[in-house]
């Protein structure tokens, strides 16, 4: 009842996550990611504890194969997780475990990591993967919002979706973009609306923190 993504952007080396399901609020629980670090999915029973977890393995010097073996080892509910690592440099790693229902899978492809579960059709991953690959200068932010346009378009899961989240980081410790749609009828229009207005000022917002004395205004 989820598809998401973990992607990463080769030239700016800004990494992210973006997700939706037929469940309310799914930004609070799933897609996590740390500058320099990587970026890890916990879904299907999902486990908020991994995601945090995982980032620190990755920090820690970690493979992306080291962090998801640690996380499943340290996790006796595996055969209920479906979960998906990223590192810094791109390498990915994937887990769905026996409980998981189809059609779930995992797709890694140039950059990304595609993951679902109980979804409506096996074209759903693949349109994702085809969908972030096809703009590669274009911002990483506009590119997950995209993979998630495609999925839907590919069928998406069988309910229809409730909820819908976009996380990228760049070099700060917060990120750079961080919007959530927590319930909606039509929650990845709505967040593709969203990224759409705060697009603009997403590099201004980090100048409010950094360089205050060059920023335009304020809150």
């Known amino acids: 009842m989820t598809f998401s993504l973990i992607g990463r952007c080769a030239r700016t080396g800004q990494i992210g996550c973006a997700v939706s399901t037929s469940n309310i609020a799914v930004g609070t629980r799933v897609p996590y990611a740390r500058a320099g670090v ?43 997780r479906q979960l998906a690592v990223m590192d810094a440099a791109g390498r990915t790693a994937a887990h769905s475990g026996a409980h998981v229902k189809p059609h779930r899978g995992e797709l890694a492809g140039r950059d990304c990591i595609v993951l679902g579960n109980i979804l409506a059709n096996d074209r759903v991953l693949p349109a994702m993967a085809a969908a ?10 506009a590119r997950l919002v995209r993979a998630l346009e495609a999925g839907l378009a590919a069928g998406g899961e069988h309910e229809a979706v409730r909820s819908a989240a976009l996380l990228v980081v760049a070099d700060q410790s917060f990120p750079l973009v961080d919007l959530r749609v927590d319930a909606s009828d039509q929650p990845i229009a709505a967040l593709a609306s969203l990224w759409q207005e705060y697009r603009p000022w997403a590099e201004e917002f980090v100048l409010r923190a950094i360089d205050p004395d060059r920023a335009k205004g304020g809150s």
């Open 38 to 80: 990587g970026a890890v999915l916990t879904q299907n029973r999902t486990d908020p504890r991994l995601g945090p977890r995982g980032l620190d393995l990755l920090q820690s010097g970690c493979t992306s194969d080291e962090t998801l073996r640690a996380l499943i080892a340290s996790n006796g509910s595996s055969d209920w």
């Open 132 to 141: 972030f690959a096809a703009s590669p200068d274009e911002l990483l932010a």
